[in-house]
């Protein structure tokens, strides 16, 4: 049975088992989740974020001394950093047209008094993009600051594309570690299926069918926009820019977008996108190692469409009708924040405080909200992977074009 049949099978087992628990034996939840489940769950999630550090390191190190040429490098940068601002623009658009078509605010009673949330500082984009040369790289590594990593990994690889033989060696060495992390990725995803089922019998089991029903329009609509941004958006580019059939596409791309369903990181599913990126899709090695691992910290499509359809939803709860500016500037505000926010924690609810800040919405809305983001964070999280992955096909098939 291939592994990504397997994990398809463990996240159904896992939602069907979660319900079950929680509907017919609630009382013994905490024990089984605290002793099995979690467990289960979070070995799997330690063993993949074990190699997400090295593997950044190696990968890219690897990635942009193999792309040599500094003009090649800015030439795929640009088209990188370009697909992602975009799809991050038309995935905020789907958002808030669903949510303005179908009104989630406006089904049902909400009760808003006493609604508390203390709202996270974000830091300011102009910080972030100064504090992406790292002081002190061995720093950056103890605290996994992925953008400081990236930035650090470039610089050394560049390096080595310049020195060429007189650094033969330790470009040789770094491939090793490249070859070394690829084979522990492929040891680790033979746990897969059994940490996927841990983790969703967790978070299905924790929320329960109450906290479905009560939320069920937004939680659809969610889900929604996020079918129609990965399907028609990354579908299209995936066959107009890469000229690839996308069911081809989806299909290599599955055992990747599993995990990362089940984890709810992009970081912590890296090593295994970008395995099966370059194994399934054929994306050459220096291209995934370079796009990938930057789009995991900057590029959050799925995080962008939870922010249009709840933004919408807390004006509709609170009775405020959001102007054609009003709407303009969500769309800003989260394209350009989700690069300021990059890596910081909990990055989906700061970006949605930002956003509710910049068109006057009350932040404790959040609240109404944040009993499900759990179950919602995992189809979200596997959104932003595949537009991941599809920046990374389309980078390699119009490089590829451009050296025939």
């Known amino acids: 049975m291939k592994l990504s049949t397997k994990i398809i099978i463990a996240l159904i087992a896992g939602a069907v088992t979660g319900l ?50 500094p003009k090649k490098l800015g030439r795929i940068g640009l088209k990188t ?16 047209s669903l949510a303005l078509i179908f009104k989630p605010g406006e089904v049902g009673s909400f009760n808003i008094t006493g609604l508390e949330y203390e709202a996270a500082k974000a830091p300011p984009i102009s910080e972030t993009l100064l504090n992406i040369i790292p002081t002190n790289p061995v720093q950056a590594f103890a605290d996994g600051n992925m953008l400081q990593i990236i930035a650090f990994s470039v610089f050394v690889g560049f390096a080595l594309a310049m020195l060429g033989d007189r650094t033969k060696g330790i470009y040789n060495l770094f491939e090793q570690g490249n070859d070394l992390m690829m084979f522990l990725v492929n040891l680790v995803m033979k746990f897969a299926p059994y940490g996927t089922f841990g983790l969703i019998v967790s978070a299905v089991g924790s929320q329960g069918l109450g906290a479905i029903k009560a939320m069920g329009l937004y939680m659809s609509l969610v889900l929604l926009a996020l079918l129609l941004h990965g399907l028609f958006t990354y579908g299209t580019a995936v066959a107009v820019l890469a000229k690839k059939n996308p069911v081809w596409f989806f299909k290599g791309f599955a055992p990747a977008m599993g995990v990362a369903f089940s984890t709810s990181s992009s970081n912590a599913t890296l090593p295994i996108s970008m395995s099966t990126a370059q194994e399934n899709l054929k994306v050459p090695e220096p291209v995934s190692s370079f796009v990938q691992p930057l789009g995991a910290t900057i590029n959050m499509d799925g995080t962008a469409i939870m922010q249009g359809v709840a933004t919408v939803f807390i004006a509709q709860v609170f009775g405020v009708d959001l102007t054609i500016t009003q709407l303009v500037t969500v769309v800003l505000t989260a394209v350009l ?38 179950l919602l964070d995992m189809a979200r999280t596997a959104v932003n992977i595949t537009g991941d992955a599809a920046c990374a096909l389309i980078v390699a098939e119009t490089e590829a074009k451009r050296e025939v």
Do not use: H, W
């Open 81 to 96: 950093v370009s697909f992602f601002l975009i799809t991050t623009a038309i995935a905020i658009i789907i958002g808030l």
């Open 337 to 374: 924040a989700s690069v300021g926010t990059a890596g910081v924690p909990g990055v989906g609810l700061i970006l949605l405080a930002m956003v509710l800040n910049s068109v006057g919405l009350p932040v404790e809305g959040i609240a109404l909200i944040i009993g499900i983001d759990r």
């Open 20 to 69: 079950l628990i929680n509907l017919f034996l609630p009382g013994i939840f905490p024990q089984l989740d605290q002793f099995i489940f979690t467990p289960l769950g979070k070995i799997f999630l330690n063993l993949i974020n074990m190699l997400v550090v090295p593997i950044v390191f190696f990968s890219i190190v690897v990635g942009t001394a193999g792309l040599g040429d």
